[in-house]
């Protein structure tokens, strides 16, 4: 236990994972409440920024006085001065994120809609092509390997452009765009970022089912089970275990790189950010705003894949035994 935790412990205060895990519980219960007032039609900020703005505007007017004092008063004026215009810009920054707190929101229902689905459409597929790669014959073992080069070796942007613009997806989807669900472009960008994902994910599960013992699917097959059921019941359990910190690896990309989606007509987060940003000319502000909402999207997706990782450890293997 580090002396930091030992006095923490000492003083009564919670540790630095409790206020951060309480931290995401607000934040979650916050982003779920604005997603169903945003689909009841209620689009207005919870709290209102007016007092916010006033409290800016008169701080830096203060800071501004207060600056131009001389004399000997000048030196103690000009770092009040400046701890006025500090207070300022803070109180500027929660207005503005007041105010964008609703279009941020919806941006960011799209980004976890592309994310989640992303990666669970894409488990499947990597599992197949992993397992053709390890086991499978020459052609299925080359197909597999055609398509996660392919894939790998491409930009997604270029897939998602391929998807939208040259394959004209969206034709399929635009019955499905009603209530809460997204536009056929989101349809097509979950296509994008289903193939994109599967390629890497296939790499993360192979190289875990590789780290499997080979005498495990021999101790399968000697107790009476087909090769095809030996790897299913046997192997792939433990590999899929020991792939989990790969996979959040790529759950992390995906949060991410969703931002690409903004290319092919999507409004997910970034794209929402960028348009107040554009709006306001409060471009700092907004940003990191904006990097705050990408920042707490991916420590929860890290820290609710740790939580899955430690639920689903074999006894005798995995995290705890440094596995």
Partial sequence: M???????????????????????????????????????????????AGPFERAAEGLTVDAEVIGGTTGALARPADIAAGLLSWCGDVAGFV???????????????????????????????????????????????????????????TPLLAQLFVVYYGLNLSQYFRDLTVGVLPSAAVWVAIVGFTVNSAAYQAEYIRAAVESVDEGQLTAARSIGLSRLDGIRYVVLPQGLRYAIPGWTNELVYLIKYSSLATFITVVELFTEGEAIANA???YQDVYILLGLFYLALVLSATVFMDRVERAVAIP????????
């Fill in 2 to 48: 580090s002396g930091e935790t030992v006095t923490r412990s000492r003083l009564s205060l919670p540790s630095w994972g409790q206020v951060g895990f309480v931290a995401g519980v607000l934040f979650w219960a916050w982003l779920v409440v604005r997603w169903l007032a945003l689909w009841v039609g209620y689009t207005e900020p919870f709290f209102p």
């Fill in 280 to 282: 306001t000319f409060r």
């Fill in 95 to 153: 207005a503005i994120g007041v105010t964008s707190l609703p279009d941020l929101a919806a941006g960011a229902w799209v980004t976890v809609v592309l994310t989640v689905a992303g990666i669970l459409l894409g488990l499947p597929i990597a599992i197949a092509l992993s397992v053709a790669r390890i086991y499978g014959g020459r052609l299925t073992r080359a197909l597999s390997l055609g398509y996660i080069e392919l894939i790998r070796g």
């Fill in 316 to 323: 005798g293997l995995g995290v705890d035994e440094g596995r």
